[in-house]
């Protein structure tokens, strides 16, 4: 997610405020934890990370992740 926050020139800072304002009350604290994989996240923030970066859904999975979903035809 780092990188494509990145690719999008956005701070931690100003992808959590975009996140808020999808109504997601995040802060950057916490995003840096779900960057550093400390803190899980769960489908419904995936949604809103996608939303707030303008990516599909699918391009917030890790590649190791996306071949353990493809393995069970997801």
Sequence with gaps: MRKLRHARELTQETLAAKCNGLGWDLGRGTLAKIEAAVRCVTDAERFVLAKALKQELGDLH???????LALFGE
């Design 62 to 68: 890790p590649q190791d992740e996306r071949a353990v």
